[in-house]
């Protein structure tokens, strides 16, 4: 499914909705993330912007991507670091955070 979204957006200029409660995949390749309560729009940013807002999205009930829930709690421990929605991302600000020059 995911390769079929990527080569849809690679190839077209057509815009894709995908409708799913599992974001840990969608955020590989989504642009924008909508989330929704009782049929109305309530947040929709980008997949960075989204799930930076941790009061909203705890608040909303919505399942946090899962390095964006090790960020919240690194944060709690008062440590200052981004959040991240992407592995990739993930093990850019850890390597930073904790002073190791590479994770592989």
């Given at each position: 499914m995911l390769n079929a979204i990527n080569s849809l957006r690679?190839?077209?200029?057509?815009?894709v909705i995908v409708v799913e409660h599992r974001v840990e995949w969608a955020v590989e390749v989504a642009d924008r993330i909508v989330i929704m309560d009782r049929g109305q729009i309530v947040l929709e940013r980008s997949p960075q912007?989204?799930?930076s807002r941790e009061e909203d999205i705890k608040?909303?009930?919505?399942r946090?991507?899962?390095?964006?829930?090790?960020?919240?709690?690194l944060r709690s421990r008062r440590l200052n670091?981004?959040?991240?929605?992407?592995?990739?991302?993930?093990?850019?600000t850890i390597?930073?955070?904790?002073?190791?020059?590479?994770?592989?």
């Amino acid at each position: 499914m995911l390769n079929a979204i990527n080569s849809l957006r690679e190839n077209t200029e057509m815009t894709v909705i995908v409708v799913e409660h599992r974001v840990e995949w969608a955020v590989e390749v989504a642009d924008r993330i909508v989330i929704m309560d009782r049929g109305q729009i309530v947040l929709e940013r980008s997949p960075q912007e989204v799930f930076s807002r941790e009061e909203d999205i705890k608040k909303l009930g919505v399942r946090p991507i899962s390095v964006s829930e090790v960020a919240y709690e690194l944060r709690s421990r008062r440590l200052n670091i981004s959040i991240p929605v992407r592995l990739s991302e993930a093990l850019k600000t850890i390597s930073e955070v904790f002073g190791v020059d590479r994770i592989k």
